[in-house]
């Protein structure tokens, strides 16, 4: 099945850092979603992308689609103490949501005060 | 998402018995996705609904089903209980019209003992 690997597994950064975290997939997407999960809740949608090269920015975060398909990132800009939780990438194959999302296994971002 | 609500937060069972977990969705979205997120797993697709009808499901034996009902709401039922059965299940419903953003609810943690 589809592989989504996520990369770094964690992030140990100070408060104003700027934050940049990706995946990469061995098969081609067409849609990208990143979630931020906190401890005890479900993940929350951060950012949707539905075309390759798509550039989408939602407050501090940018996200973009890669060119290639394979590949998507995240960066948060001037970290602040919230944005502290584990950060998910997901992707669709089919683009019609008929085989659900395929995960990352997420990117643990702690900040350091 | 506002509005996904998910019942019982939590469900400890013993091994052989069988859970029913389930999910009220978002007004509007007619599609719900299941997902299992284990520890150290990751997120696992399990089942999408839509229209009432089971569309996909992921890798898991059939002891997994649900049903969606006529207003959109859904349950998951989980028979046969395994110890490995022990998770977080979420789940997300999700919009039509070509945007398949999926919005989850806070999850039912089940614990097999």
């Not at chain 2, 599609?31 to 996909?56: C, I, K, M, T």
């Amino acid at each position: 099945g589809q592989q989504l690997n996520q990369s770094p597994q964690s992030m140990f950064i100070q408060e104003g850092e700027d934050v940049s975290m990706n995946c990469t997939s061995s098969s081609i997407f067409n849609t990208w979603l990143w979630y931020k999960q906190d401890p005890g809740e479900g993940p929350v949608l951060l950012i949707a992308l539905y075309k390759a090269g798509e550039l989408t920015s939602n407050g501090r975060l940018t996200a973009q689609f890669g060119i290639t398909r394979k590949d998507s990132f995240l960066n948060i800009s001037a970290s602040i103490p919230s944005d502290v939780g584990i950060y998910f990438c997901a992707g669709s194959y089919t683009g019609g949501g008929a085989d659900g999302l395929t995960f990352g296994k997420g990117t643990h971002l702690i900040i350091q005060p | 998402e506002a509005g996904v609500t998910q019942s019982p937060t939590h469900l400890i069972k013993t091994r052989g018995q069988q859970a029913t977990l389930r999910c009220s969705p978002i007004s509007g979205h007619t599609s719900v996705y299941w997902y299992q997120q284990a520890l150290g797993l990751g997120l696992q697709f399990l089942l999408w609904y839509d229209e009432g009808e089971e569309r996909n499901r992921g890798n898991f034996p059939p002891r997994f089903s649900g049903r969606q009902f006529p207003n959109y709401s859904s349950e998951l039922n989980v028979n046969a209980l395994e110890l490995e059965d022990s998770a977080l299940y979420l789940c997300a419903p999700s919009g039509t019209g070509g945007r398949y953003e999926q919005y989850f609810g806070p999850g039912t943690r089940l614990t097999v003992t």
